[in-house]
């Protein structure tokens, strides 16, 4: 009798015990589930094919859902970091320096972004949860947060909507927005339609008639500039170009190296004759600083076209050292010249960590350019998809609003 009471107490409270454990377990794997899709939605999105970019849209509700706001915090980290996860390797090449460097500004850069969504995170439902997300992408678009708002998943409008422009932006956002409601099963079913449709037709913009965009394979360093024999090869590949027909050369970010009278007057020399307006990335250096531009040269005259809005951040953009006396960085023309005009056409430039982030190019629709020139410098960015995630960002955007493209980029 006494046996068959303890083996009876043994199985109640066992029973309880699985009971209790048994919520539990599932409630880590459901948060574990929420985490890893963050994680899946960054590294897929971000993996540098355009047609993937729409896998980040998933975001909004893997957050809106996510069964505490520590959860939230953590998905928010995993598809930060998962999107960004070429910038341990690039750091460490850029500074030359241990990987752990890298790895230091990799978890720095994702704080921004984890911590307005950990802060917005609600578990009300309906519509105070959309608009909480509403404002975090918001906050994450536009300085100073926008600053480090890289994968951004509004910039899945261009594959989803090409050539709807605006009205593709707004959908984009109403899906979204859609995606942290209960509704959002329809959302994903609508978003999973118009990436069906957009990979069976997507063709890459391209450049205009006459336009040549030229890569280059120089390496490089930290503050170092293009010498005199890369000056040289450089302008033989345009000239070359020109040759073959283009009117307007672009190259890459940094091309034209440190820009002086001396470095204008080789370009001068070395282009007589050819006919061609070529556009190359320099610097342009004095005692407070330096910008980070787009010149346009020709053998008549050079001119400054662009100054750059957001340099990248610590690496070249550097305004705490005014602060202690020091010469600062590479200046950020914020809001300045959001389109040039060259040959007749208006051209939205974007140079290097501008196709990254979403405000310079909005700022840049809103005048109604023709074509995008994008540039970039990633000699420090082998080993890595940061240069192709540029590219793929750079596509998706000028497929939204029907625009060629001219990509010039030094690999």
Partial sequence: MTRAILGRFRSTAFSALQGRSSPSRLEALRSLGFITGGVVAGAIGWSGNPLALP???????????????????????????????????????????????????????????????????????????????????????????????????????????????????????ILMLAMTTKRWSISAALLACFWAWSAASWTPPNPPEGWVGIDTHFRGSANRYADYTQQLETIALAKTAAVGGANVVVLPESAAGRWTPTVERLWARELTGSGATVIAGAAVIDQDGYDNVMMRISAAKSEILYRERMPVPISMWQPWLAWIGQRSGARAHVFANPVVEIEGVKVAPLICYEQLIVWPVLQSMLHRPDIIVATGNGWWTSSTSILATQEASAQAWASLFGLAIVLAVNR
Wanted: some cysteine; glycine content about 10%; charged content about 5%.
């Fill in 55 to 173: 896998a980040a849209m998933a975001f909004p509700g893997l957050w809106a859902f996510s069964p505490s706001r520590m959860i939230a915090a953590c998905v928010s980290a995993g598809y930060f970091l998962a999107a960004s996860r070429g910038l341990p390797q690039g750091a460490a090449n850029f500074y030359a320096s241990q990987f752990v460097l890298g790895i230091a500004l990799w978890f720095a850069a994702s704080l921004a972004f984890v911590a307005v969504h950990a802060v917005l995170w609600t578990s009300s439902q309906g519509r105070r949860r959309a608009l909480r997300y509403a404002i975090a992408a918001v906050a994450m678009s536009i300085p100073p947060l926008g600053v480090v708002g890289w994968a951004h998943p509004i910039t899945a409008a261009g594959i989803l909507f090409p050539a709807w422009g605006w009205f593709g932006l707004a959908a984009a956002a």
